[in-house]
């Protein structure tokens, strides 16, 4: 929550882990270990996991979708204590997560047996879930008073490399990252394309909203997977998606300047 000012800062339910992760910040900012060591971290915890659902240890699984999550926030607190902010660390997290979201829900379609075009609906419903927070959130810090100004609710051009990174890796996430989310951010953005012109969300909305970011999808997994309901997963996230027509009724309607 550090990208907004304290005016504008929410509850936001997808980021239990932040206290963990900065405490693991905290400890690794004396230490050779790099924010991208930490997404390389936060990488092999949700591999292991999908390894452990191949096992069926749901349970087990589950915390280690929780420690995926806690160090996906970790590697941009180490960055901020490290204060070397980088575009490869934004790409390569961005990439990671959309990759490991297919990998786990691949895995769970092929313990339960169920159809491959439900684990193809379920990836889209999440990401198009986790695309709509983010939209609402970008646009949010670009109006927030002395918040954050330099995330683009579109990204259509390559940036300049930061001091302490190679141009040729910027340019080849940020060519990755364009092939996984393009779809998505244009479809959400063709859905309510007038929500950069509204005024300041306010607190609750963003609040409810942020049960679609990416935090707390990993803990319903997690949740139902120590259930035992690991069938429950993909036709609960499709079924979940219905909250985007909410949530885009509720900014248009309520939420105009």
Sequence with gaps: MSKLSAKEKFIDLSDYGRPAASAIASGFSKTFITPVHVTLMFGICGLFA??????????????????????????????RLKQTPSYTGRYLDSVFDIILNFIILFTIQQVTGQPFWLMLLAFAAIQLQG?????????????????????????????????GEKQWSVTLLFKAYLLFY???????????????????????????????????QLLIM??????????????????????????IGIRKVFLKE
């Design 131 to 163: 695309t709509l927070y983010n939209y609402y959130y970008v646009i949010l810090r670009q109006k927030s008073s002395g918040g954050d100004k330099t995330s683009r609710i579109i990204e259509t051009e390559t940036p300049t490399a930061l001091p």
């Design 50 to 79: 999908s390894w452990l659902i191949l096992q069926e240890y749901y349970a087990t699984a589950g915390l280690f979708l929780i420690l995926k999550s806690i160090l996906d926030a970790a590697d941009g607190e180490l960055a």
């Design 182 to 216: 393009t779809i998505f951010d244009r479809i959400i953005y063709s859905l309510d394309r007038s929500a950069p012109e509204s005024g300041v969300f306010p607190k609750w909305f963003m609040s409810l909203l942020s049960i679609y970011g990416l935090g707390f």
């Design 222 to 247: 997690a949740v139902l997977l120590s259930l035992g309901l690991i069938e429950w997963i993909l036709p609960f996230f499709i079924s979940f998606s219905a909250g985007i027509v909410i949530f």
